[in-house]
């Protein structure tokens, strides 16, 4: 029981205790870390449920899913690596304690609890309630991770709002990727039909080298060299002008490949740029609707609605974000 008690405390000081820090230009405390970490966490989960809301046919709900596949580890990597920076080998631990007693707290309104966290933000005074605690995380620690979320689901919701037509020849990764350069046309390497080596020269020999009988054997074996020298070349030109035509024809398959991709990515571009106005439309309904259900969430707490409350909600938290 001593141990757990002790264990209790040491994780209960990597919260609190950088939290009463007085220096004001120190990198962000355990506690912000934490909170944005939580409070990312469930945007993330948001962003997945509101994606798989959008009604899509059967191949454009699939690219839908592997893109927010993709987004979604990509997010959950970047919790995970600020917390391990911030926590080392005990990241985990820390961040399955610290949801545990977060929304156990949030859920009974423990104002002592939050008093005793949040001590001294950087930059910030101390949240009164939980909902300006909610709305100091939104609107200066993730507003750039809302932004970018409300931008990705409009992205979506526009790209599967085009014509089926459209949609065949315009993934969505090629919408998603309209704006990106293009990487450089691979040089074409020099052709090889040019590189056999030259015959050595033919020697002929001397009548009193030996008999009759062994300058005629000595004359059939170099007769004999150079047809099987001669095969060679002939074999390597072969090979040779092969290797050539098959080069010839990947840089044209290439140049093929590069001029669709071109084409593909004007079409994104002129698509994009007509549907500017309702993407941005977009992007602020999204983005607004995640703002609002992080600081002023109806019927409940932020945690009941997002993702459960106590230990349940600590270990889901922990196994999504490290395993």
Known sequence: MRNIQIKFCTLLSLIILPSLSIATSAPPNNAEVLISAYFKYNIVKEVKKSAEAITATDTAKTEITDTLNSWSKQQQQQIRASLQKQFNDDAKETFSFFVKNYTAAEKDNDLD???TLTARLSNSPAPKSF??????????WLKNDINSA???????QTWNDLPSSTRS??????????????PPPTPPEPSLANAEPDLPAFVELDEDEGSAMDIYDKLQSKRRAQVLAESQKYMKQIADERKSAEEEYAQRKSAKATKEAAAVKAQAQKLAAAESE?????KHTWTARFSRLATSVVGGTFSAVTGGVGSAAGAAAAQAIFE
């Open 150 to 156: 409300g931008t990705l689901l409009s992205e979506i």
């Open 169 to 182: 020849t315009l993934s969505l990764q090629d919408w998603l990727e309209r704006d990106k350069n293009a």
């Open 278 to 282: 309702v993407m941005e439309q977009r």
């Open 113 to 115: 609890y939050l008093k």
């Open 131 to 140: 909902i300006q605690l909610r709305n100091i995380a939104i609107n200066q």
